[in-house]
Every structure is written in C-alpha cells, then in structure tokens.
Antibody, heavy 120, light 110 residues
Framework: QVQLQESGPGLVKPSQTLSLTCTVS?????????WNWIRQPAGKGLEWIGR???????NYNPSLKSRVTIAKDTSRNQFSLELTSVSAADTAVYYC?????????????WGQGTLVTVSS | QSALTQPPSASGSPGQSVTISCTGT?????????VSWYQQHPGKAPKLMIF???KRPSGVPDRFSGSKSGNTASLTVSGLQAEDEGDYYC??????????FGGGTKLTVL
C-alpha cells in the first residue's frame, strides 16, 4: 500500500521560505511516475503547485513558478517543496500526491495534508 | 490560468441521481481527455473517483460516472447514498505541463 506523509513547520513568518517534505512508503520515487504538491486554503478549492518526475524533471504552476522549487532525495525516498517569499495568501493545507506510472495528470494516492500558517 | 467553473452546490435525495458540471475552455477540458474528479470529506484528503473523463479506479462504485461534451465535463452520481455527501472537485490538464482544478461543488444528500 502506497503511503505519503507530509512534514515540516506549521508556522512560517511572512517573507520567509516555506519548506515541506513528503516521505513515501510502498513505492519508489525513482520508479516511473510523478510526485506532486497541491494546496488548499481553508474553505477553498485545490491548487496544483507542481511536480517532479522519477527522473528529476520538474513542472510548476505558472502562477507560482517564480517562487517554487520541488526536489527529491532518492536515498530517503522523499521529495520536497520550497516556496519563497511567503505571505498570508500562502496559508493552506499542503498535500503531496502521486501521479501513477503509465497514467498522467491524476492523483491516486495522497498524504493526509499538513497545515501551514503564514503569520508573524 | 483560471480555475474550472463548477456550481457551488448540488443536492439530491437518497436513491436519486445528481450531475455536477465542470466548465473550462478548449485549452483545458475541451482540448484533452485528462479530466479527473475527486471526492473530499471534511478534514480528509481528496479521493480519486474518475480519471481520463470516464474511467473509474478500482474500488469506486459504478454509481459514479463521468462524461464530457465540448468544454464541459460532468460527474453523475446515481442512486445517491448518504456517504456520497461531500465536496467534489474536477481537474484537467491545461497544456504546457500544467493542471487546473475546479472551484469545487458541495454535494448534499437531503
């Protein structure tokens, strides 16, 4: 059974960098597929942030591209999100999710989500 | 890019059918067969219900079905059950390695 678990600080100060890690079990991030970050402000809809492939190539939401970096650590079977220059608008539940091998642009396994609040 | 347009709410009585729409453009919904639907219960992560417009993942009841006509995709839930209540989100590939979600629809089982 594939499982994903987000971790990282729950509180980040404005203008600083938000950093989250997703630990994957039951699958290898080096196998075919993509590993995604998605966020959801309280009471609002979902927003795709970006993804990294098994080979390390990345794609980002154009509206966030200038501030986002997604990377992976194959040895730890983890991938990460960095979002720079955060503001209150970045307060949200952040999910990591898998885009399975041989299929594209769908998310079959999700983490439970982690709330990140941007506040001084 | 703009979010896909979904009705804020939908409702139906147990046993009835309800259809939720998801309207985009020829650059997303109308241009690709990569439309997915997700169900989300309060405080939980979304769950994949439909992918590639009409396909159901293993374990999703066949009461859930998807379709697309032009720039609008639809999710139909037949034989409504209490556990179908929740928020539903559509998503679509939008070209140039980008994906867009809908704003979400709150489904109420009366």
């Amino acid at each position: 059974q594939v499982q994903l678990q987000e971790s990282g600080p729950g509180l980040v100060k404005p203008s600083q960098t938000l950093s989250l890690t997703c630990t994957v079990s039951g699958d290898s991030i080096s196998r075919a597929g993509h590993w995604n970050w998605i966020r959801q402000p309280a009471g609002k809809g979902l927003e795709w942030i970006g993804r990294i492939s098994s080979s390390g190539s990345t794609n980002y939401n154009p509206s966030l591209k200038s501030r986002v970096t997604i990377a992976k650590d194959t040895s730890r079977n983890q991938f990460s999100l960095e979002l720079t220059s955060v503001s209150a608008a970045d307060t949200a539940v952040y999910y990591c999710a898998r885009d399975p091998p041989n299929l594209v642009w769908l998310f079959d396994y999700w983490g439970q989500g982690t709330l990140v609040t941007v506040s001084s | 890019q703009s979010a896909l347009t979904q009705p804020p709410s939908a409702s139906g009585s147990p046993g009835q059918s309800v259809t939720i729409s998801c309207t985009g453009t020829s650059s997303d919904v109308g241009g690709y067969d990569y439309v997915s639907w997700y169900q989300q219960h309060p405080g939980k992560a979304p769950k994949l219900m439909i992918f590639e417009v009409t396909k159901r993942p293993s374990g999703v009841p066949d009461r859930f079905s998807g379709s697309k006509s032009g720039n609008t995709a639809s999710l139909t839930v037949s034989g409504l059950q209490a556990e179908d209540e929740g928020d539903y989100y559509c998503s679509s590939y939008a070209g140039s390695n980008n994906l867009v979600f809908g704003g979400g629809t709150k489904l109420t089982v009366l």
